[in-house]
């Protein structure tokens, strides 16, 4: 379980934007402000074959009797703002009270997150806003930077955002940063204040992910069009819609999408990669070298991609090439099975056995249990030469 991370802060007015956190598409998502030329809001194309479900909206702002019950018991509301602020963080994040089980996988509503206990951030951050709101309390949600996280389900990737609450404090103008995830929010990482509405469409983004990896065209495309149409200036929304359509065969769709992500910001380099797919696949060879450079440079940071990379040297016998990308692909994240995997094949060929049993006993160790058979019997033994 995440530990949690409370301080104050004094806020320092040369600051400028960040980020977020909650799962969010990878393959369809790079963080980045918003762009400010002017933009016309168009409604996304339709869905064509897909069954549409009607998306329920969540509860962000009338607080539940349990929640009453909560703050009557353990909130001082008696003894001014600041004694309100200092109880409600600390009854809300102490686990001898709510034993709250920080989840970055799971978004829930924050009525359901309060009393499951349990959610990301997100769903903590809008459950905890509830309830300082109530009490009266100057609140807000922001963004935090942090460093790219990915992760891959069921074919797509997906890239984490962190979001938190700041409330003011009604001493010497500093405030309070309450964030679930136990992350260092000290000023080296960018920050920016968000609205309401933002939040709730990243709300309705991540259950479209989920419904995305799940392979659910439908609700994925309801989740990502409520969401758009809460915010339609976020970035990444229209490059995930995108991903909706070129999945569903709806090529100029998803072009379409790609185009207007990028319009709102014209540095989104999953937008950018999202679209040099797209003109790759329909033989815009023109456009598709226009963007390749800049495309390319973000994918060598992407550790999927470099394994990938890998892979390819690794069959075209080029091993000292194929070992640094699986190298780096595992400095990059080194909690990912097929990194190690990657990297234990390389080495195996190279007759390097005793660091590629390393490696595979790692991806042993982090893979997935209905692949550990398969995986166990390439284990690299001394007669081997190489790995299949």
């Not at 016309?40 to 019950?69: R, W, Y």
């Not at 353990?74 to 409600?88: M, N, P, R, T, Y």
């Not at 991540?206 to 392979?215: D, E, I, M, Q, R």
């Amino acid at each position: 379980m995440a530990g949690w991370n409370l301080h104050k802060y004094a806020p320092d007015p040369g600051s400028i934007l960040g980020s977020q956190l909650l799962p969010l598409l990878l393959c369809t998502f790079l963080l980045g402000a918003c762009a400010s030329q002017p933009f016309e809001m168009h409604k996304p194309a339709a869905l064509q074959g897909q069954t549409i479900p009607t998306v329920i909206e969540p509860n962000f702002s009338q607080i539940s009797p349990a929640m009453l019950d909560f703050l009557d018991q353990f909130v001082d509301q008696k003894h001014g703002k600041e004694q309100a602020i200092w109880s409600l963080v600390w009854a809300a994040t102490d686990q001898n009270i709510r034993s709250f089980n920080y989840r970055p996988e799971l978004t829930l509503p924050p009525l359901q997150a309060f009393d499951q206990k349990t959610g990301n951030c997100l769903s903590f951050s809008a459950m905890f806003m509830m309830m300082a709101r109530h009490l009266g309390l100057n609140a807000w949600y922001q963004e935090v930077e942090i460093p790219e996280q990915w992760a891959n389900e069921n074919d797509t990737l997906l890239v984490s955002m962190h979001v938190n609450v700041v409330i003011d404090s009604t001493r010497s103008g500093s405030s309070w940063v309450v964030d679930v995830s136990g992350m260092d929010n000290s000023r080296s990482r960018l920050q920016r204040r968000i609205s309401d509405n933002n939040v709730l469409a990243q709300y309705y983004n991540n259950l479209g992910a989920n419904a995305l990896t799940a392979g659910d065209l439908g609700t994925a495309y309801a989740y990502f069009s409520k969401a758009i149409e809460t915010e339609p200036r976020l970035t990444y929304l229209w490059s995930n819609l995108g991903v909706v359509y070129a999945r569903n065969e709806q090529i100029q769709d998803a072009q379409a999408a790609y185009l207007t992500a990028l319009k709102l910001d014209s540095s989104s380099s999953m937008a950018a990669n999202n679209l040099y797919l797209i003109y790759e696949r329909t033989g815009n060879l023109q456009a598709a070298a226009e963007l390749f450079k800049r495309v390319e440079k973000h994918r060598r940071k992407n550790p999927y991609y470099l394994t990938h990379l890998s892979a390819l040297a690794y069959e075209e016998g080029r091993l000292d090439e194929s070992r640094e990308l699986a190298e780096r692909a595992v400095e990059l994240q080194q909690n990912e099975y097929r990194f190690h995997y990657q990297l234990a094949r390389t080495l195996a060929r190279e007759g390097k056995h005793q660091d590629a049993e390393v490696s595979l006993a790692r991806a042993l160790e982090l893979a997935p249990e209905e692949l550990l058979v398969t995986m166990a019997q390439l284990e690299p033994l001394p007669e081997q030469s190489e790995l299949p």
